[in-house]
């Protein structure tokens, strides 16, 4: 095999990776180049990306649309503070997500990560109840299994069994959890599934500022697909009992599940669910550079602006960075060309079909599809570098994590290159034995 032109070694002695020991870390591959739907590593080969760079790059990589919007921009403005200032990216962004977001929501706040946009989604419901003189309302409510991120803050409404709380002790916020989704998306839903969130409502309604979830799929905290009825009736209980819904589509939004966001799966009187406040990330710049974004309602906003500040206590250093909007004008345009609904539809039938057969493996426990996300979920955990470098050996990127095996490629991959990672998906799944873990099982 070809000597490597990255210092791994130092890489591996000195730079931390996502989820890792330093004495101990997971063995990391060096990348030198992407293009399309394939990764080049620095020996050359290639491997064909199931991740889309955690759920990010969506159009592949190198698209010229997006790089050329980037080299504009990086050529007239790269980027400038927020405060006091404006340009002409972070409007045209606004507009297009304005537009393709729920009438409601008509106020944006350009964040520059998607933990920072829970954190700031988090503080917008906080400060409202400050502006509509109830300030007793602190609490958050959410469901178990899901993940909004590792700050502090996005870490605290974590899942508390699988998650970060135990780590960190009294550090971490206590907000309130219920029972996650059962009934799966597809399935036939039971009403009763939502007494849990009913009653804790109604006890602690008048602490609770917000209840925040993944609307239809629990992502990092088990790639979970929930019935949409199930968060039609999550809306109609937060109206009831006046606490607000905070959505978070930094996984699902811009196609991922087949609809352009997460939530349009659910309605009620055949309108799709509305937020009162959004998250969206990850794809929103095809995956380019790191950009996210806080939508909120007019409401909401008046509730801030009511409040005793008086002004949103929030403003990143790169918020509205320049080149990012820019990124993500380019990956909204090419969403707009509705190419995606083919892609996703394509990938979709092409999972469930190949797929299928892993249901009959001996450590297998569930297979299950949606939209353009594959999941095999195994009876144990896996030995994550194990798997990632029998993954690499057969031409493939696929980094499982905890018990599950899954794929969230780019849209424009091609039925072959997909073949190939459900292949090597069924592969390393019929061959798997059972491995011991003990400690945290990252979302990694």
């Known amino acids: 095999m070809p000597t490597s032109s990255i210092d791994l070694e130092f890489d591996k002695q000195h730079i931390w990776h996502p989820y890792t020991s330093m004495n101990n870390a997971l063995p990391a591959f060096g990348v030198v180049s992407a293009k399309e739907c394939e990764l080049t590593l620095d020996d050359g080969r290639q491997l064909i990306d199931g991740t889309s760079s955690w759920w990010a790059c969506v159009h592949g990589y190198s698209h010229p649309a997006i790089i050329d ?175 607000l819904l905070i959505l978070d589509e930094i996984a699902t939004g811009f196609g991922r599940t087949g609809k352009m966001f997460a939530y349009e799966h659910a309605c009620i009187n055949e309108q799709a669910v509305e937020a009162d406040i959004l998250c969206l990330g990850k794809a929103l710049t095809g995956g380019y550079i790191s950009l996210a974004v806080t939508l909120c309602s007019d409401e909401v906003a008046q509730g801030i602006s009511d409040s005793p500040a008086g002004v949103f206590m929030h403003g990143p250093t790169f918020m509205g960075n320049p080149l990012a909007c820019s990124a993500a004008c380019a990956s909204l345009d090419l969403l707009a060309t509705n190419e995606w609904q083919g892609q996703i539809s394509r990938i979709e039938s092409q999972l469930k079909s190949e797929l299928e057969e892993a249901k009959n493996y001996p450590e297998v426990k569930d297979v299950r599809v949606l939209g353009g996300i594959g999941v095999i979920e195994m009876n144990a955990t896996v030995n994550t570098a194990e798997l990632q470098q029998q993954f690499v050996d057969l031409g493939v990127w696929i980094r499982p994590f905890s018990n599950l095996i899954y794929i969230m490629p780019p849209y424009v991959i091609t039925a072959e290159q997909l073949t190939k990672l459900t292949s090597a998906m069924k592969q390393v799944a019929s061959t798997i034995l059972p491995y011991k873990h003990e400690g945290f099982i990252s979302n990694g």
């Open 69 to 243: 919007a980037m080299q504009t921009q990086l050529n007239k403005l790269s980027h400038v503070m927020f405060g006091g200032i404006t340009h002409q990216p972070a409007i045209e962004l606004s507009k297009k997500l304005i537009q393709m977001t729920s009438d409601n929501l008509t106020k944006v706040f350009l964040a520059d990560s998607g933990s920072i946009a829970v954190e700031v989604a988090l503080k917008m419901a906080l400060q409202y109840w400050q502006g509509r003189s109830q300030p007793q309302k602190q609490r958050i409510l959410t469901v178990k299994c899901g993940y909004h991120g590792d700050t502090f803050a996005a870490m605290s409404i974590c899942d508390p069994e699988g998650g970060m709380h135990t780590m960190f002790g009294d550090s971490v916020t206590q907000h309130e959890f219920v029972s996650a989704p059962e009934t799966s998306f597809g399935a036939s839903f039971n009403p009763d599934e939502l007494g849990e969130m009913r009653a804790k409502l109604e006890a602690m309604h008048h602490e609770i500022a917000a209840v925040i979830i993944e609307p239809i799929l629990q992502g990092a905290g088990g790639m979970r697909f929930y019935h949409p009825d199930y968060l039609a009736g999550l809306r109609q209980l937060c109206d009831e009992f006046n606490v």
